[in-house]
């Protein structure tokens, strides 16, 4: 079993009454950390004060080296950090291994970013009074940063707004999705190892007095979320004159088109949906297909699906694992049977395995109605919903036609089918030839409407966590 510490401001304490942490696999309880209150997080603001202000004494080549060094660590412990996330997930080992790939690329790509957090030469004198001026504004710490992640990637999503924060200069308090919070003290353990100041480290585990008492408090500058729209909606409202980046899901929908290479278009929306159960908040829950080639392309959709191994996620070979909890098969299953009573067909899968509960089949979904919630609400769930359409204009309409707007994808070989979708979809990305769960972590990763605020990926987080300061110097005087 995993035992792992609470973490508040570089000290390790242990708390009597704790979370424990179960492998949605199995159901079996594979590890614990101490349960972390809201007094908790007063002591880390407290301690994350003092690291502010050693971080600041940090140069821009200390903190890349520090930074450096936590990918190299993780790097050298990538195989352990793997196996935890799959006890913690449910998620394949070789996707967790691909995970712990990516959080290494995110720390990296944070290292760089810390040597070039730039300002800029302002042209005072443009303006009529500015005569015999000269200016510049340059980016500094912003404050305290509060983050909050998800269960779905425990370590990648972590780095991706705690190394961000430390490039940047600001001391972070992290909570963990209580279900994965293991692998998420483990990747801070290797940021104290590193060299980061203590003070600015912490990590507490605990539920929603744990975040709100992170999010609510007047001396947090920053808080970063990614989880659900209706948590995120709570945080907004309640925290106040804070800087917010907020990820908050989608539905995400794939585009295929008359024009498109079906077998690609077929393989890649299969890997879309099913990767990670489809908990993934771009993983393709919508597929809109042209009316002329829909029943070839739902054959070969089906057929890409049926070659998939399901089960135990230490297999090698299992392409798909368990969904986090028993709660959320049955909500899956209520979500499938509405869609079915309503219009839809059920073309594959439909059902979670009898020997493991946990594990629900890829299911595909056909003619799905748009008053169904697997249309327009999140169904974070390796279900496909298949729905065609007659023309471009009207597929754009279907994207558009939810509260979530994070990425789509496009197959097409038709130039105009590509922009009028770049143009008109109302969403934070568009991915052509490919599908919308496509993302390197450098870019800059976001949505509208319901699907969040603000932007991350390593440079474009840093705007967030640091403020501009302008400087005008008057040689008149």
């Not at 510490?5 to 949605?24: A, Q």
């Not at 996330?85 to 995110?106: D, P």
């Not at 829909?294 to 392409?319: C, I, Q, V, W």
């Not at 059920?346 to 169904?372: H, N, R, W, Y």
């Amino acid at each position: 079993m995993i035992k792992k510490l609470m973490i508040i401001g570089g000290e390790f304490l242990d708390k009597e009454e704790k979370i424990d942490v179960i492998y949605p696999y199995n159901l079996q309880k594979i590890g614990e950390v101490p349960k972390g209150s809201p007094e908790d997080v007063e002591k880390a603001i407290e301690k994350a004060k003092i690291g502010l202000k050693k971080l600041k004494e940090l140069s821009s080549y200390e903190k890349y080296k520090i930074l450096s060094k936590v990918a190299k660590l993780l790097e050298e412990r990538k195989e352990d950090f793997a196996k935890a996330i799959v006890l913690e997930t449910g998620k394949t080992i070789r996707e967790a291994r691909i995970e712990v790939n990516r959080a290494i690329n995110t720390i990296t790509f944070s290292a760089e970013e810390a040597k070039r957090i730039h300002g800029e030469y302002i042209h005072i004198d443009a303006s009529e009074n500015g005569k015999g001026k000269k200016g510049f504004y340059f980016r500094e710490p912003a404050g305290i940063v509060s983050a909050i992640t998800p269960f779905n990637f425990p370590v990648n999503l972590t780095a991706h707004k705690i190394a961000p924060s430390i490039a940047a200069g600001c001391p972070f308090i992290l909570k963990p999705s209580e279900k994965t919070p293991l692998s998420p003290i483990m990747l801070c353990e290797l940021f104290l190892e590193a060299g980061v100041p203590e003070e600015a480290v912490s990590v507490i585990p605990g539920f929603a007095d744990v975040g709100q008492a992170m999010t609510t408090h007047p001396d947090v500058r920053v808080v970063s979320f990614t989880g659900s729209l209706k948590v995120g909606e709570i945080i907004a409202k309640q925290a106040g004159l804070k800087k917010i980046v907020m990820e908050l899901g989608s539905n995400s929908a794939v585009i295929v088109d008359e024009t498109a290479n079906l077998e690609i278009a077929a393989k890649k929306s299969v890997i879309g949906g099913f990767a990670l159960a489809g908990q993934v908040c771009i993983s393709v829950q919508r597929v809109l297909v042209h009316e002329k080639v829909a029943d070839r392309f739902e054959k070969l959709l089906k057929e890409e699906a049926s070659k998939l191994k399901f089960g135990d996620p230490m297999e090698e070979d299992t392409d798909v694992g368990p969904v986090i909890s028993l709660n959320e098969v049955d909500r899956i299953h209520t979500w499938i049977q509405e869609a079915v009573l309503k219009g839809g067909k059920l073309i594959s899968g439909g059902m979670s395995c009898a020997e493991d509960k946990t594990v629900f089949q890829p299911t595909i979904i056909t003619d799905t109605p748009e008053e169904s919630k697997l249309f327009y609400e999140e169904a974070f769930a390796p279900v496909v919903a298949v729905k065609r359409f007659k023309t471009i204009e009207e597929a754009i309409e279907l994207v558009n036609k939810t509260n979530y707007g994070l990425q789509v994808g496009i197959f097409t070989n038709d130039l105009k089918n590509a922009w009028k979708v770049i143009q008109n979809v109302n969403v934070g990305g568009v991915i052509i030839n490919d599908i919308p769960t496509f993302r390197a972590d450098n870019m800059p990763y976001g949505g509208v409407k319901g699907s969040g605020i603000g932007r991350e990926g390593p440079k474009f987080a840093i705007e967030d966590y640091t403020e501009i300061k302008v400087v005008v110097f008057d040689l008149n005087a």
